[in-house]
């Protein structure tokens, strides 16, 4: 049993199942997932700041429910780095009783890991950092919603399935000259283009799909073309492309549409062959 005021890390898998309510509370205990530490949570944890407990830190990555919360009068922070799945159809609230983090104090890292895979349709909530680095995923059958104006300044927005649905509220990359930020399309789309002119690149993989918003903002660079064997992309409109396009696997269909390689400081197409076009 955990002695009262302990904080207890954990290297391993911690799981509360759903309908187990855990009165970290009671015993004033606080909890350090580790780097290597996976928390499953699909109950409710209850933090308390009496003691020297009441702190749950995430270093590593914590699988939240779609009604599980983190909650009670104590502190839950992100660490740099680390991943959280969110599955609430509230997402993460700065503030408030809603969310899967409804501690008093909430801190969540601008350079950590945040997957929305909720099953119904989600909001990203107030919570998502301003300016964030590190990776988005999206990864809902359904819609998830950016709640209001965000910068993903460098790592990777991940598109797996559902709809993102941005509108013209987020920004991708922090600079004009390279691009720190790239769109990992598999299974999922956007339903807004990213905005400002700082660069971005775009990699297509898993099945075949058409393009759409992720391609048309002002900043996109160079897309790669990295799709499972006997699969295709499809042009959706005419596009222009002012970096390289890397053809890796899978065939690029242009259809009645035009597609315009612009590349003025280096190669405009790298791989593939003329079998590749179609």
């Known amino acids: 049993a955990a002695t009262k005021g302990n904080t207890i890390t954990v290297n391993g898998t911690m799981t509360v199942s759903s309908g187990i309510t ?6 004033e205990l606080g909890f350090i997932i580790a780097a290597a530490g996976i928390a499953n949570i699909d109950g409710t944890l209850n933090m308390t700041t009496n003691g020297p407990g009441g702190i749950f ?10 009604s599980a919360f983190i909650g009670g009068n104590g502190s839950f922070v992100l660490g740099n780095n680390a991943t959280l799945a969110i599955a609430s159809a509230a997402g993460i609230m700065a503030t408030g009783t809603t969310g899967n ?17 909720g099953t119904v349709a989600q909001s990203t909530g107030d919570a998502l950092p301003a300016t964030f680095s590190g990776s988005l995923t999206i990864d809902n059958p359904t819609t998830v919603t950016l709640a209001a104006a965000r910068t993903l300044s460098s790592g990777n927005l991940n598109l797996l399935s559902g709809q993102f649905v941005t ?3 987020l920004t991708l990359g922090n ?10 399309r598999r299974g999922g789309s956007m339903s807004g283009a990213p905005q400002s002119s700082n660069w971005y690149n775009i990699v297509y993989n898993g099945a075949s799909k058409i393009t759409g918003p992720e391609i048309t903002g002002t900043g996109m660079r160079s897309v790669t073309l990295n799709l499972d064997p006997s699969n295709d992309l499809t042009l959706d409109a005419n596009r222009t492309i002012p970096g390289t396009l890397t053809l890796t696997q899978g065939d690029l269909i242009t259809g009645s549409f035009a597609l315009t390689l612009s590349n003025a400081s280096g190669a405009a197409v790298s791989g593939g062959s003329s079998s590749s076009y179609i």
Do not use: E, Q
């Open 101 to 117: 983090i409804r501690t008093s104090t909430r801190t969540f890292n601008a350079n950590a890991n945040y997957i929305y895979n």
């Open 57 to 66: 830190t995430n270093n590593g990555r914590v699988n939240l429910g779609s």
């Open 167 to 169: 509108g013209s509220l």
């Open 175 to 184: 600079s004009v000259s390279a691009a720190n930020v790239s769109i990992n």
């Open 22 to 27: 855990v009165l970290a509370d009671k015993f």
